[in-house]
């Protein structure tokens, strides 16, 4: 079966339009096809900023409520991964035997161009950029790359699968869930790692392992997984698959030239290196195309620097793990905005690593939504360097301008989620970029 029969004289809904834009492209993908389209959200388009010229103008639009005739008017709904699968609509759907599926998995069942999913809690952004830089060097103009990344969308890279090798997929939990739904498998996977995360919507995380698992689960040879095996939830992820599991480590880069600096990269290029051996692609490409790959926007980012103070942007690190990663990446003295809303993570692990980072020079909360306790715990462990709480990135950027001095590092490294103050991590980040601009230009 073929994505048009799928979809052939049925009525589509599409649930969600989300705040990173990928409704919008499925919408309009179903629209330039001839497809009946309905969307729903709970919020309008002003809400939601976006414009009507965004959007096709045969879309119909039931927004700004949720009602159960748009569930009982649709044949097939294509459920945004923004939206769990305990929201009263989507368990009457189920009731009322309506198929509920998610555009990813869709794109993954009925792609006519082999698959590569990329997933972990940590580094799948940067090692799915850096797979689609390999395959792109060897394979000019012949990859498309989708998934979880802003304003992308699964059904519309049908429209882009003509004449290309492969679709580069970076898979979040919430997408892979619905891949458990339709029993679907990439062709081939890469597992960087498993930490904590999300426990705001899972209950356990066993739970969140389980979603993670639906990237092996229904793989068929001759395809193949790609595992971390110095981490234990990426081999535990690995051992559900019944295809063939390559490991690799960071010991795997030793000849590898890199611009990334941080054992985290050294990781996210073993893992697309040993995707690409897999493959069986030309080893001077590929080791070509790694050392000039110069990492991905909103991760470790450096910003700017003045009068000698490096600005490093790192919005995407919204969980504990990932900031501590971030401050064992440092060999400066560093100040570290950190805080955000709460996804009831573990915060030892952040609390620790900030009371004995011999670098860690000052640090700045920003935000105060369910962060008591964190602030707490920072003001009995490292009262001499919590510098302050804020409630804006403008006065974060200036309180940490102010007490850098030359050869310091200002790192936006949050470990928290974003929602208290910003739309989402890219909102913030986009902040701490405009603020630093500003410094520039006073210091003109």
């Not at 509920?100 to 993954?108: G, P, R």
């Not at 892979?176 to 790692?193: A, E, K, R």
């Not at 030892?348 to 004995?356: D, G, H, V």
Request: net charge neutral.
């Amino acid at each position: 079966m073929s994505i048009e029969q799928f979809l052939k004289n049925k009525n589509i809904l599409v649930f969600g339009l989300g705040r990173q834009g990928g409704g919008i492209g499925d919408a309009n993908y179903l629209a330039r096809h001839g497809y009946i389209v309905r969307v729903i959200d709970r919020y309008t388009l002003n809400e939601l900023d976006i414009a009507p010229s965004m959007l096709e103008p045969n879309i119909e639009l039931s927004l700004g409520s949720e009602k159960q005739s748009d569930v009982d008017w649709a044949d097939i709904i294509i459920q945004n991964p923004g939206v769990p699968d305990n929201h009263p609509l989507v368990l009457y759907a189920k009731e009322q035997y309506k198929q509920v599926v998610s555009a990813i998995a869709l794109f993954v069942q009925f792609s006519p161009i082999p698959t590569i999913g990329i997933t972990g809690t940590r580094g799948k952004t940067t090692t799915t950029m850096l797979i689609y830089d390999i395959l792109n060097y060897i394979y000019p103009d012949q990859i498309i790359l989708g998934g979880n990344l802003p304003g992308t969308s699964g059904l519309d890279l049908f429209d882009r699968c003509e004449n290309k090798k492969y679709a580069v997929l970076e898979l979040s939990s919430f997408q892979l869930h619905s891949f458990h739904h339709q029993q679907i498998s990439p062709n081939y996977s890469v597992v960087t790692n498993l930490y904590p995360d999300h426990l705001n919507r899972y209950s356990t995380m066993d739970e969140y392992l389980l979603d993670k698992t639906a990237i092996v689960r229904y793989q068929k040879k001759p395809g193949f997984v790609v595992y971390n095996q110095e981490n234990e939830g990426s081999i535990k992820i690995a051992n559900y698959a019944n295809v063939t599991k390559l490991p690799y480590q960071v010991s795997d880069t030793a000849n590898i030239t890199t611009l990334l600096p941080g054992k985290h990269n050294l990781s996210n290029i073993a893992a697309a290196y040993r995707l690409a051996t897999a493959l069986n692609l030309e080893s001077k490409k590929v080791l070509l195309a790694i050392s000039q790959f110069k990492g991905v926007n909103y991760r470790q980012q450096l910003i700017a620097t003045l009068n000698g103070v490096r600005y490093i942007n790192d919005t995407t690190a919204t969980t504990p793990i990932a900031s501590v990663i971030a401050l064992k990446a440092q060999t400066s003295p560093t100040i570290l905005i950190c805080g955000g809303e709460s996804k009831n993570l573990p915060e030892e692990i952040l609390l620790t690593e900030i009371k004995n980072n011999p670098h860690l020079a000052h640090l700045i909360v920003l935000g105060s939504h369910n962060l008591t306790g964190f602030v707490e715990s920072l003001q009995e462990l490292v009262p001499q360097k919590l510098a302050g709480q804020v409630n804006s990135m403008e006065a974060a950027v200036n309180l940490a301008a102010k007490l850098a001095k030359p050869n310091y590092t200002v790192l936006l490294s949050p470990g928290f989620a974003s929602f208290d103050l910003f739309k989402n991590e890219f909102d913030r980040g986009d902040q701490f970029n405009h603020y630093v601009s500003l410094l520039a230009q006073q210091k003109k």
